[in-house]
Structures are given as structure tokens and as C-alpha cells.
């Protein structure tokens, strides 16, 4: 029952490096979405996509790339670290319907330092 | 954008008192949904409760409940019961109609004490 599985779960790295964060979902869910968690400031939308191959951007996206090659994985780049790029990253995945709104489902985050 | 304000950064109440959470919400939709997540300091997101507004009711799940005031743009949380497993920050989020993202407040820290 792995639900979104965030990959890696901590990292630190120098300004200017790049790196890749993995997120894979098991449940066939066609959104995918990337938040910040800064402190005070609640969760804020980084990307989001609707459907494989398909991206969008959400409110503090400057900075971040996104793909989704594969329906159930949804990488986040940063190509050059930033120390304002510091904060915890969650991924989050949800379904169609059209009968409910289907919440979110999260992961259990990425906690990302910058030096 | 929809705004989303929860105006309590901090609360405490004892075990097996009754708390209330408030979140005020900006939006020109008639038609949205509210949510209520837990993040306890596992630093999960947790869904606790949810509400479509076009429903009058309130949501109910077990000891949490919510009071919905849709004019007054008003959906505060009511924990019954509360147990120290309830110490957690609690985000209260926006989802428009026609949107996919949820707009999140800042958060209340909650702590339950014996």
C-alpha cells in the first residue's frame, strides 16, 4: 500500500548544483502536483500536471522544472540550487470524477538544503 | 487567487475538551470545495474532513465536524473530544470548481495537553 513515494527523503546541497526529485504514485491517478512547505507560509503550488506529457504551472514555479513522461511519476528539477530553494517539497497525486471531488493524496515530503 | 486565512497561529486545549479551528476564504465561486488537513510532526498531510459547497450540510467524520458558513465565506473546524494524537498543524485549503490545485492556509499549531 506504497500510495506517493518521494524520493529522496533528505538531501543538502551546495548553490548552484542540480538535482532531481522523484515522485511515483500506484494509483493510477491522472493529477500530479509539487508543493513547497515553507515555515509560515503553509503549502504553495510549484507545478502541476493533468495527464502524461502534459505540465502546468502553479504559483512560485520560477526556478523548477517538471516532466511527467510516465503516468505515475512526476519529477521536479532544480537545474541551479538556490539557498531560497530551501524547504520541504511534498508531491501529491489525485484522480478524475466527475460525480466527487477526489482529495489529494500526498507524500511524506522531501526536506531539501541548500547552502 | 483565492485567499485562504487562518487567523489562530497557535492553540491549546486539554484532553478531551472541545476545540474550534477558524478559516476565512476569499472567492467570487459560487461553486468550490474546503478541506481540512492534518500534518502532525511525522510531517504527513493528512485529510481530516471535506466539504462541496453546494451542500448546506456539514461534514461530519467521527469527532470532527465543521460549521460552513458559505455567505460569510467561513469554515471553521470543531475537534470534540481531543486526544493527544491530535497535536498537529491543521491547514485549511480551497479547491475551485474548475481548478485542480488546492490553495492552502498558513496553518494552526494544535497542542493537546494531559
Known amino acids: 500500500n506504497a500510495g506517493v513515494t518521494q524520493t529522496p527523503k533528505f538531501r543538502v546541497l551546495k548553490t548552484g548544483q542540480s538535482m532531481t526529485l522523484l515522485c511515483a504514485q500506484d494509483m493510477n491517478h491522472e493529477y500530479m502536483y509539487w508543493y513547497r512547505q515553507d515555515p509560515g507560509m503553509g503549502l504553495r503550488l510549484i507545478h502541476y500536471s493533468v495527464g502524461e506529457g502534459t505540465t502546468a504551472k502553479g504559483e512560485v514555479p520560477d526556478g523548477y522544472n517538471v516532466s511527467r513522461l510516465k503516468k505515475q511519476n512526476f519529477l521536479l528539477g532544480l537545474e541551479s540550487a538556490a539557498p531560497s530553494q530551501t524547504s520541504v517539497y511534498f508531491c501529491?497525486?489525485?484522480?478524475?470524477?466527475?460525480?466527487?471531488?477526489?482529495?489529494?493524496?500526498f507524500g511524506d515530503g522531501t526536506r531539501l538544503s541548500i547552502l | 487567487a483565492q485567499t485562504v486565512t487562518q487567523s489562530q497561529p497557535e492553540m491549546s486545549v486539554q484532553e478531551a475538551e472541545t476545540v474550534t479551528l477558524s478559516c476565512t476564504y476569499d472567492t467570487s465561486e459560487n461553486n468550490y470545495y474546503l478541506f481540512w488537513y492534518k500534518q502532525p510532526p511525522s510531517r504527513q498531510m493528512i485529510l481530516v474532513i471535506r466539504?462541496?459547497?453546494?451542500?448546506?450540510q456539514n461534514a461530519t467524520e467521527n469527532r470532527f465536524s465543521v460549521n460552513f458558513q458559505k455567505a460569510a465565506k467561513s469554515f471553521s473546524l470543531k475537534i470534540s473530544d481531543s486526544q493527544l494524537g491530535d497535536t498537529a498543524m491543521y491547514f485549511c485549503?480551497?479547491?475551485?470548481?474548475?481548478?485542480?490545485?488546492?490553495?492552502f492556509g498558513k496553518g494552526t499549531s494544535l497542542l493537546v495537553t494531559p
Open positions: 485549503a480551497f479547491m475551485s470548481n474548475s481548478g485542480y490545485a488546492l490553495n
Open positions: 501529491a497525486s489525485s484522480t478524475l470524477s466527475t460525480s466527487q471531488v477526489q482529495p489529494q493524496h
Open positions: 466539504q462541496e459547497a453546494y451542500k448546506q
